[in-house]
């Protein structure tokens, strides 16, 4: 039994766009997520990611990206944030991530069991050094344990741009 043309030529036209448009995501030089046990975040859960820059002209997108249950208490979510460059040198900053609006809808995708958020840490990022960075979410709320907060991941997404040298 052979299938007649036009079904032939009507599959390969299918596949031809599903590959076109399963190439044209987002791309990360890196990603990684971390599930906090019990999702329960405390003071002592120190979250590193680690991760290589090779060129130093490239310009990143930083993103945070956080799962955490719809029962979660309050809006926004405070975290330290510290990068460690290859050269030893660390910066740090304090970062509210607001998870929701004021009246108190999520922001992201959400479920019955769980929300999905994703915010810019820094948007158009470039590393001055080659070599292996850390960033470390350390949480800076008023309370040693947060619950609620499922995983967090650290994603550096190429922008496909590069830095004006001057």
């Known amino acids: 039994m052979s299938l007649p043309v036009s079904r032939i030529f009507s599959f390969l036209c299918f596949a031809t766009l599903l590959f076109a448009l399963s190439s044209c995501?987002?791309?990360?030089?890196?990603?990684e997520r971390i599930d906090l046990p019990d999702a329960q975040?405390?003071?002592q859960d120190s979250l590193e990611y680690q991760f290589e820059v090779s060129d130093t002209n490239k310009l990143y997108n930083i993103l945070v990206s956080l799962e955490h249950s719809p029962e979660f208490k309050t809006q926004?979510?405070?975290?330290?944030?510290?990068?460690?460059?290859?050269?030893g040198?660390?910066?740090s900053k304090v970062v509210s991530l607001e998870l929701?609006?004021?009246?108190g809808f999520w922001y992201g995708d959400c479920n019955s069991e769980t929300c999905l958020f994703e915010a810019p840490i820094q948007g158009n990022a470039y590393f001055n050094q080659q070599g292996q960075y850390t960033i470390t979410l350390v949480q800076h709320m008023r309370k040693d344990s947060i619950n609620g907060i499922q995983a967090i991941a650290i994603k550096l997404e190429d922008?496909?741009?590069?830095r004006q040298l001057q």
């Open 25 to 31: 995501g987002k791309s990360y030089l890196y990603e």
């Open 41 to 43: 975040w405390t003071y």
């Open 76 to 87: 926004n979510l405070y975290t330290r944030i510290a990068t460690t460059f290859p050269d």
């Open 89 to 91: 040198n660390r910066l």
């Open 100 to 103: 929701a609006d004021k009246v």
């Open 159 to 162: 922008t496909g741009q590069t």
